[in-house]
């Protein structure tokens, strides 16, 4: 049964439905007894302070590597669990961020790694193998072009999986190409210890809320596909 993602409460037949926000790109579920979970596909485990009930499933009362004091100051907002993928990617997951449906439908392939849902990509010319990354209010790559780095500008953020430190560094608007379909957003150069991670698995970029904002997202990763509209 897949599970959508609505930012209106409302029943809808066949598919469990959440509510969600989107609170300064980070998209924030809310279950039906108020309890509010970060949605973050770049993470592979879900925990928290309160169990989130997603479809059938509960997220598990435990802790993480960020606690959600911390997590709930970053984000800006009221946090009581992290959604990874070990629920989110049971079911497809329907993410509507325009409700428009006013793009063409674009499908490709995904594959799991370690859970993680890994797409291939391209930013501005470059080929590159990326995450699907809805814990990421940017994107992400692992070196900036050259030509792009004189117009960089600095950028903060946190990493939410090492106990929500702080990071610096720069970033700037490259074009971002999935399936065919292209926008020019905000892209950051990830910070040392992202990278480390990122090249033992042979990952060069992330693709964040920057550009999965604009659109209405599905995520099937039990039939391997990604729907961009």
């Known amino acids: 049964m897949a599970v959508r993602a609505l930012n209106t409460t409302r029943h809808m037949n066949g598919v469990e439905t959440m509510r969600f926000e989107i609170i ?12 509010r979970a970060l949605v973050d596909t770049g993470s592979p485990t879900s925990f928290g302070d309160r169990s989130f009930r997603l479809g059938t499933a509960m997220t598990p009362v435990k802790a993480g590597p960020c606690s959600m004091s911390m997590l ?10 992290l959604l990874g993928m070990d629920l989110l990617g049971r079911s497809p997951l329907v993410l509507p961020f325009v409700g428009r449906g006013t793009r ?42 050259p030509s792009s780095v004189a117009n960089a500008t600095p950028h903060r953020d946190f990493l939410g999986m090492d106990g929500c430190r702080d990071f610096e560094t720069v970033k700037t608007t490259l074009k971002v190409d999935i399936g065919g379909v292209s926008l020019s957003v905000d892209v950051a150069k990830a910070p040392e210890e992202t990278l480390q991670t990122m090249s033992s698995f042979g990952i060069e970029a992330i693709v964040g809320m920057s550009f999965l904002r604009h659109f209405d997202v599905t995520l099937d990763m039990p039939n391997g596909t990604l729907t961009l509209e």
Do not use: M, W
């Not at 709930?72 to 669990?81: F, T």
């Open 24 to 35: 300064h790109d980070h998209v924030i579920g809310v279950d039906a007894d108020g309890v």
């Open 72 to 81: 709930s100051e970053k984000v800006g907002s009221p946090i009581d669990a």
């Open 104 to 145: 063409p439908r674009t499908t490709l392939g995904i594959i799991s790694l370690q859970g993680l849902p890994l797409i291939v990509t391209r930013f501005e010319d470059r080929e590159v193998r990326a995450v699907l990354d809805t814990g990421a209010c940017v994107c992400f790559l692992d070196r900036l072009p």
